[in-house]
């Protein structure tokens, strides 16, 4: 009796165990090429239009500084897609905006999902939501190479709460500045 109980919790501690939850980080497509512009000494002094609006993060698996801004809109999806909404399209339209300002900023674009769904779902459907975004700001004549993206799936979420309002907000596609 006393060994079919241990096996039993050893077998229940190994399925916890294995349950690790994985991230997806996928690499840009296109190496970066290197910018030989110089600027004049009056154009040094002066930041870009989004500098001052940068705020320093920490992240886990992300050596160095990474920084969010307010500049940059979060975009939101339906249940179970990853096609852009109208109001994600105008959204990603303005971060363009933002990103042609900011030249020299390369972002990673992330993408989250609610908790509906088994994890590896998540994952490989919040990559899908990064990638649409990201390639949608190609489309808009963003330089792939300033752009990579990551899926949290549903690890991340930004109301912990289970009812419809909560999903709706953790269905997105977050942009923070990896590089400036």
Not at 22 to 46: H, R, W
Not at 103 to 130: F, M, Q, V
Not at 132 to 142: F, W
Request: proline residues 8%; glycine residues 6%.
């Amino acid at each position: 009796m006393k060994k079919g109980f241990l096996i039993g919790i050893i077998g229940i501690v190994m399925l916890y165990l294995g349950c690790e939850r994985k991230v997806i980080v996928v690499p840009p497509t296109t190496t970066p090429s290197p910018q030989f512009e110089k600027a004049l000494p009056s154009e040094k002094a002066k930041a870009p239009p989004g500098e001052e609006t940068l705020q320093p993060v920490k992240y886990p698996g992300i050596e160095g500084e990474v920084w969010r801004t307010p500049l940059l809109k979060t975009i939101y999806f339906d249940f179970d897609k990853y096609d852009l909404r109208p109001d994600a399209r105008k959204t990603l339209e303005e971060n363009a905006k933002v990103l042609r300002e900011n030249p020299t900023w390369k972002i990673l674009i992330e993408g989250h999902c609610d908790e509906r769904g088994s994890n590896e779902y998540n994952l490989a459907l919040g990559e899908r939501r990064a990638r649409a975004a990201m390639e949608y700001l190609v489309q808009l004549g963003i330089d792939p190479s300033r752009l990579s993206i990551v899926s949290y799936g549903e690890e991340r979420p930004v109301d912990p709460r289970h009812c419809e309002e909560a999903w709706a907000q953790n269905r997105r596609c977050e942009f923070v500045v990896v590089e400036r």
